[in-house]
């Protein structure tokens, strides 16, 4: 009897320690979206960024800013006053500086102006000590814009802001026209190996609140919005 009583209780010990053990709780179906069929297509992966421009902050965008043509630059020469100079960057991409004359500006980033302006002004002063600050950006201003062209109440080209996204723009443009056939919009962004098209659902951005295609903007993006066929 001892024995059939021993052999009860170790098989309720094993059935409630099975009770204890806890299950993965179950995951949710993968939404859609997912990229399958390839660029371009409803399925695909968000449109990436192009090559020079931040992708870790959404704020920032590029990785690093490079001088150009139009672009004010002012130059402080610490203890020399009479070194330091405010000027925009001529069309040969330089700028003039006292002592040293002509140095170039354009397609470098300020600090290696600066570096390159300390580096000659040694010649004449003890360990000088020099800044560089971008007091107004004028070449950069139209690679980074944003269109929208085609079958829309008026054709735009607008100042990128981070955080835009296609019906940001769309709306700037006042809205699509009456034969637009806008769920075959087209998205065009620069990338490393020219251009890529990705389509845009604009109809079912608009009129049935799928945002699967209203995407976030990039710098230089270019939106068509086609007329519809008869």
């Known amino acids: 009897m001892n024995r059939y009583f021993k052999r009860l209780f170790v098989g309720l010990m094993i059935t409630g320690l099975a009770g204890c053990v806890t299950t993965p709780p179950h995951l949710p179906p993968q939404p859609e979206g997912v990229a399958t069929?390839?660029?371009?297509?409803?399925?695909?992966?968000?449109?990436?960024?192009?090559?020079?421009?931040?992708?870790?902050?959404?704020?920032?965008?590029?990785?690093?800013?490079?001088?150009?043509?139009?672009?004010?630059?002012?130059?402080?020469?610490?203890?020399?006053?009479?070194?330091?100079?405010?000027?925009?960057?001529?069309?040969?991409?330089?700028?003039?500086?006292p002592l040293i004359g002509d140095v170039m500006a354009a397609g470098r980033k300020p600090e290696e102006l600066a570096a390159d302006i300390k580096e000659k002004l040694a010649t004449y002063i003890r360990e000088p000590n020099v800044t560089v600050m971008l007091t107004s950006l004028q070449s950069q201003e139209f690679l980074s814009r944003i269109r929208v062209t085609g079958s829309v109440v008026k054709n735009v080209s607008l100042t990128y802001h981070p955080g835009m996204t296609v019906l940001d723009a769309v709306l700037e443009a006042g809205g699509v026209e009456q034969y637009a056939d806008s769920n075959r919009t087209k998205l065009h962004r620069r990338a490393a190996n020219g251009t890529e098209t990705y389509d845009i659902r604009l109809k079912d951005i608009l009129e049935g609140g799928d945002m699967r295609t209203n995407i976030p903007l990039m710098p230089g993006d270019i939106i068509t919005v086609p007329d519809r066929s008869f």
């Open 37 to 97: 069929q390839g660029p371009g297509t409803l399925d695909s992966p968000p449109p990436t960024q192009p090559e020079g421009f931040a992708a870790q902050n959404p704020g920032v965008l590029v990785d690093a800013y490079l001088m150009g043509v139009g672009d004010v630059v002012q130059i402080n020469v610490w203890k020399n006053p009479e070194l330091s100079v405010s000027q925009p960057i001529r069309p040969d991409g330089k700028i003039g500086m």
